[in-house]
């Protein structure tokens, strides 16, 4: 027998189980949102700034190039990156210390 705990529909059909309508509680209600399938989650990264070079590396699976964003200044960068398929997106704001090199690579 197979059942979301918040609403109690019940049935035996796990494919049924999955094509249920979301209920007004609890967490079935974002089960089958296209809306809650985007989601925002921070990847691991490393950051360090030397003098006037600055290193980030962003460790995330299956990113797509062509959606990631990259804008900087000598004093601020913002980076927007999507990946997982375009299922999962992040944004990164750092504040540079002092004035660095301009130059991005991917």
């Known amino acids: 027998m197979k059942f979301w705990s918040c609403c109690q ?14 209920c007004s509680k609890g967490e079935h209600k974002l089960a089958s949102s296209l809306e809650a399938a985007k989601l925002t989650a921070p990847c691991r990264y490393d950051f360090f700034q030397t003098g006037s070079t600055v290193v980030i590396s962003i460790f995330a699976k299956n990113a797509v190039p062509e959606e990631t964003l990259i804008k900087g200044n000598q004093t601020t960068l913002k980076i927007r990156l999507v990946y997982d398929f375009g299922r999962k997106d992040v944004d990164y704001f750092w504040k540079l210390h002092g004035v660095s090199n301009t130059r991005f690579m991917w």
């Open 9 to 22: 529909r019940k049935t035996t059909d796990f494919n049924q189980f999955l094509q249920q309508e979301p």
